[in-house]
């Protein structure tokens, strides 16, 4: 199997790509041309795999691909570190075994080193350009094989697989080096490139490239990794860390993905309590979304770091100007409801009644008087 698999990085990667290889200013970009935001995620799969119409296009003798969605560029080389999103279900099931989506963070693979039962999961990402989303046909001989996996993931024996997969962007570094084999000063250095790179797409304004940049950024910065840091290189790590997560929060707000934004803000005051621009654009979006009061939590506390700080203190009184607005509008809907209050209406008198007391006295007087003179 490894000669065959040999023979087709050969078909993909030889003649045909050294054209792509001349044209490439620099192997260490990394490619996201208009590549699709890893947390984009696609439509939700309670029914199973997507029902997808496209061509079936060829990949291998047990490798099949349909493309959901384009995507840009050229497409990665052999032992290209590639960062990507998969779903994956036992064929012709609803069995759905993995699901990179649900973890919110995306996960490396180097074409030519994968583990064997992602042979054809390879395969497949070596055919694809970033940000394309494809629907992945995998035969069990290039998956899980004729004993499937009983632990995690559960995956039956001799099963053929479907990916539901975006590569979301790439690394061409010829010597195919993980993370995992990267020192603390690489993966660093990494992560702060592409940090840079999200700040000029940004300034760009071009959001869903910048975010891209800021995602992978993060990848390099994983739980695993920051786990392992203390001291200097924790400092180091969060300096490139955390302002990748505060401006990916920044193109959420303006992409109007507020909920997301919050996230985002929240992971840095999970290791920054007072971060003064966390606390500002998580009280910006909880704003947007109406949530006022914690809206003005957020602004309170950044305010009680930065005091003089004008934008903190704009919203603060955007805050009170809405609350005024709202209490007014109430006041007019509750007074339009029960309307103003009555006032007392004397009672009509009875004039029937009024003679008719006064005759009785008048007959009693008489009566007195009649008797007084008969005594």
Known sequence: MEDAMQDHWNFLNGQGCLAEEQDRDD????????????????PQDDQGPPKVDSEVEILHEKVKKQ?????????PAKLATCFLHYRAWVEHSSHKFEDTWQEQHP????????????????????????????????????????EGSFSFPNVPPMADLLYEVELIGFDDIKEGK???DMTVEERIEAADRRKV???????????????????????????DFMFQLFGKY????LAVKNPCHLNMAACLIKLQRY????????????????????LFRRGKAR?????????????????KYAPEDKAILKELRSLAEHDKAVYEKQKEIYKGIFGPRPEPKPKKSNLLVVFWHWLLSLIHRLFNLVRRKTD
């Open 178 to 180: 993980a993370r995992s």
């Open 259 to 278: 909920d997301e934004a919050i996230g985002q803000c929240t992971i840095v005051l999970s290791e920054d309590e007072n971060n003064v621009k966390a």
């Open 27 to 42: 192997d260490n970009d990394i490619v996201m041309e208009n590549a699709s935001f890893v947390r984009n995620e696609p």
């Open 67 to 75: 493309i959901i969605k384009e995507g840009h560029g050229h497409k």
């Open 197 to 223: 790179e999200g700040n000029a797409h940004f300034k760009d304004e071009k959001l869903q490239e910048a975010m891209q940049q800021y995602e992978m950024a993060i990848a390099y910065m994983g739980d």
């Open 287 to 303: 704003a947007a979304l109406g949530q006022t009061e914690a809206a003005r939590e957020d602004f309170q506390r950044a305010r």
């Open 107 to 146: 996960i490396e693979l180097i074409l030519g080193k994968e583990k064997k039962e992602m042979a054809g999961l390879g395969i497949g990402i070596a055919s694809m350009k970033s940000g394309e989303r494809a629907l992945l046909h995998v035969g069990w001989e290039l998956g899980y094989g004729e």
């Open 234 to 237: 924790r400092d180091m790590a």
